[in-house]
């Protein structure tokens, strides 16, 4: 039996209403040596009735459910390809990806990562953005300074690169990706295929990272995991940028009424970095608006210290 040159996996949950259509931009390749593995990530609603549709075209895997970093592995797992494509459920590819990258991957041995910019697309159908808006980043050092975001939906890859790299790390709820990336560019270089959208991202009321909450969590958990396990890692532009997301993080927990989960990131932020407010300071700034950024995390944590105290002292406060 002749293996596909590509596997493209699609992780799923609860998207019956999307995967027709984003399977359809599959179908629709100019290049057909692929493979597609449909990871049910533990789906409630109609998901494996809409993938019945496409019997015989698609290797369908139903699994608990456990996030789309262990639908990856799992879809890594199943891969019968020498090269891997991700296409996230909500997500539509162009005809001519999956020919463009592999033109590029059989030419160039050294890269690991072939990548375009994807434009964002808003419920009207209308173009509001890119990712990423600003530099990516083509090696290891160049991801950790300008915080690389590959949209993992024009990401294809290598399946040795898993061998080397390790696989998508669970114990990220958001970033995996992004981790991923950055461990693949530790061993392979990456090449961006330029002026070319390859892939449309969708906004909708679903997206994880709609919850500011979890994306300011995943940023805190993915620069710490920088910061204990690459010593090439810059160490300062690490713990900033820590301080910063956990202390962004305090104040989504405190819009959000979390008093006390905002006091211990807020905690957190400050032990990392007394001055946290300088992180914020714009070049542009004017002196006054500087010295309002410096002292604001002062008056901050004292309103929040308050609504704590307030709170522990309610006879029916339920400790979070």
Known sequence: MTMPKVSVIIPAYNRAQLLPRALATVFAQTYKDYEVIVVDDGSTDDSPQVVKQFA????YIRKENGGSASARNRGIEE???????????DDTWVPEKLAEQVKVLDAHKNVGIVYARMPIINEKGEQVGIKPAGISGRTFKELLEYWG???????????ECFVKAG?????????QDIDMWL????????YEIENKSLAYY??????????KIRVYQGLVRIYTKILNNYPEAPKQLMLDRIASNQYTLSREYYREGQYKEAWENLLGALGRDLWVGRLF????????TR??????????????????????????AISS
């Not at 461990?183 to 990456?190: A, G, N, T």
């Open 56 to 59: 015989g075209r698609v290797k």
């Open 79 to 89: 891969a019968q390809g020498e090269y891997i494509a991700f296409l996230d459920s």
């Open 149 to 159: 975001d590959l949209p993992t939906s024009t990401v294809m890859t290598r399946k």
């Open 167 to 175: 696989m998508f790390d669970t114990a990220l709820t958001t970033m």
């Open 183 to 190: 461990r693949i560019s530790r061993y392979y270089d990456l």
């Open 202 to 211: 969708y906004r909708h009321d679903e997206q994880i990272t709609k919850s």
């Open 281 to 288: 300071i714009n070049p542009n700034d004017t002196t006054f």
């Open 291 to 316: 010295a309002i950024k410096m002292v604001k995390p002062y008056g901050y944590s004292l309103i929040c210290f308050l609504k704590v105290l307030a709170i522990s002292r309610q006879p029916s």
